[in-house]
């Protein structure tokens, strides 16, 4: 495995292991800055705020990755990590969670930028081995953040926000110091109409039989969502779970769908087949 695969592999294992740690806590920390009683609208809005930021914000480091190159563009969703965690961190009032969340939707690009590296230093038969690896690595960070932020928040409860400071901190310097740009950056100014976050969904009326895949991934995504933003409150109401076993309990999820990735969609395709049944 070359050195950039190991830099962008390690990158990703750590922007998960960032994200998995906050999980099993964020409901604590909301209840000891806003003093309330009932955080799920919290916890909600700050979700909402993250996509829709992101939603936003997302063709413009994609556009950007192509003008400046991958590299500058991670190292910016890298740095953009680290604040947010700080912010987390330290943060006295709900206004400073929501500048948080909404810088890390901003810089929001680690996952899409670490693909398109691997696009572009990869062979056409070497990428689908990769992008499972990729997929892979993922779903190890977010094994192991759960149940490491369950277990500092414990302890202290601002605890796994500074280490995923820190964890994103360690990214940023290893990508700096370790990691090459894959491709000569473009020479052509960037398309402002590239940068409107509707226009992919232009497309979506011309190419109908896409309809039913995309409806269900639509599904799929929101109820993961709904998932990772109750979940932390389901456990501590129904079964008075502290930040460890909240942790260890999405510690499970992350193993179960790890294997699933890994090991179901190879049978599944010889049994079922790539193409959709004929309508």
């Known amino acids: 495995m070359t050195r950039p695969l190991i830099v962008i592999f390690s990158a990703i294992v750590l922007d998960a292991v960032g994200i998995g740690l906050i999980f099993p806590i964020l409901p604590t920390l909301l209840e000891d800055v806003t003093h309330a009683g009932n955080v799920a609208p919290y916890i909600g809005v700050m979700t909402a705020l993250y996509a829709a ?27 953009g990590a680290a604040i947010n965690y700080l912010f987390l961190a330290f943060a006295g009032s709900l206004w400073m969670l929501l500048i948080g969340r909404a810088i890390a939707g901003l810089t929001s690009a680690n996952l899409s930028v670490a693909t398109a590296y691997i696009t572009d230093i990869s062979g056409e038969d070497q990428r689908a081995r990769r992008f499972g690896l990729l997929n892979a690595m993922f779903g190890i960070g977010f094994i192991v953040g759960p149940v490491l932020g369950g277990t500092l928040g414990d302890y202290w409860l601002r605890l796994p926000f500074i280490a995923a400071a820190v964890l994103n901190g360690c990214n ?77 309990s999405l510690g499970a999820f992350g193993v179960c769908q ?3 990735q890994a090991f179901l969609p190879g049978p599944a395709v010889k049994l079922l087949g790539e193409n959709a049944p004929p309508s």
């Open 258 to 260: 790890t294997l699933a």
């Open 53 to 79: 930021v992101q939603f936003v914000f997302a063709p413009v480091l994609g556009s950007l990755s192509d003008r400046i190159g991958r590299r500058p563009v991670l190292l910016i969703s890298l740095l």
């Open 172 to 248: 940023l310097m290893i990508a700096l110091f370790m990691l090459p740009e894959p491709r000569t950056p473009s020479r052509q100014p960037i398309n402002l109409a590239a940068l409107n976050p509707l226009k992919p969904l232009g497309w979506l009326f011309e190419v109908r039989s896409l309809w039913p895949i995309i409806g269900i991934f639509f599904l799929l995504s929101a109820t993961g969502e709904a998932y990772g933003t109750c979940w932390a409150l389901w456990g501590g109401d129904v079964f008075h779970w502290n930040g460890l076993w909240i942790g260890l």
